[in-house]
Antibody
Framework: EVQLVQSGAEVKKPGESLKISCQAS????????IGWVRQVPGKGLDLMGV????????KYSPSFQGQVTISVDKAISTAYLQWSSLKASDTAIYYC??????????WGKGTTVTVSS | ERVMTQSPATLSVSPGERATLSCRAS??????LAWYQQKPGQAPRLLFY???TRATGIPARFSASGSGTEFTLTISSLQSEDFAVYYC?????????FGQGTKVEIK
């Protein structure tokens, strides 16, 4: 069974850094794009970016380019989403997603990030 | 950027009735469209890809169609577990974009 297991909820202050994770299992991690989707409370879905673990090629949506960093560790089949300086507007649920033929076929359960002073 | 517009925003339907949801793209996305279902407190799950191909485990009461700029998701006879928010997403162009969602609620 394909699974994406995400790290737990985080509460941070503005300006702090954060790295959340997503461990994949049940498929060849290196051969499928993996990415992150943001959902602001009560709002819709935004694909932030995706990365191909095989060669670490990355694609960011323009709204998120320069705002976050997506990375992977192939050795442990884990993807990461990182902020260097959080803002209150980063408060959201972040879903790890596996991409198949460009659509999102598997979703993690989500990591809630709360940024508040 | 392709803008995806879903209508209606909210659909009130009685159990057993038919629900029809629409998704319109600002420019053609060919058949590169997916539908997702999100229940409260849960992650979205894939319903359809390639406009009309049902994902694994999706009941036959769900159907989808369309190409170019106009797409439709139909639930033939709503069950209690179908009340949720439905999102369309185009994957023809980068950035991939979602519609704002249609909430299907109990009438």
């Amino acid at each position: 069974e394909v699974q994406l297991v995400q790290s737990g909820a985080e509460v941070k202050k503005p300006g702090e850094s954060l790295k959340i994770s997503c461990q994949a299992s049940g498929y060849n991690f290196a051969n499928s794009w993996i990415g992150w989707v943001r959902q602001v409370p009560g709002k819709g879905l935004d694909l932030m970016g995706v990365i191909y673990p095989g060669d670490s090629e990355m694609k960011y949506s323009p709204s998120f380019q320069g705002q976050v960093t997506i990375s992977v560790d192939k050795a442990i089949s884990t993807a990461y989403l990182q902020w260097s300086s959080l803002k209150a507007s980063d408060t959201a649920i972040y879903y790890c997603v596996k991409q198949r033929d460009y659509y999102l076929d598997v979703w993690g359960k989500g990591t809630t990030v709360t940024v508040s002073s | 950027e392709r803008v995806m517009t879903q209508s209606p925003a909210t659909l009130s339907v009685s159990p057993g009735e038919r629900a029809t949801l629409s998704c319109r793209a600002s420019q053609s996305v060919a058949a590169n469209l997916a539908w997702y279902q999100q229940k409260p407190g849960q992650a979205p799950r894939l319903l359809f890809y390639a406009s009309s191909t049902r994902a694994t485990g999706i009941p036959a009461r769900f159907s989808a169609s369309g190409s170019g700029t106009e797409f439709t998701l139909t639930i033939s006879s709503l069950q209690s577990e179908d009340f949720a928010v439905y999102y369309c997403q185009q994957y023809n162009n980068w950035p991939r974009t979602f519609g704002q969602g249609t909430k299907v609620e109990i009438k």
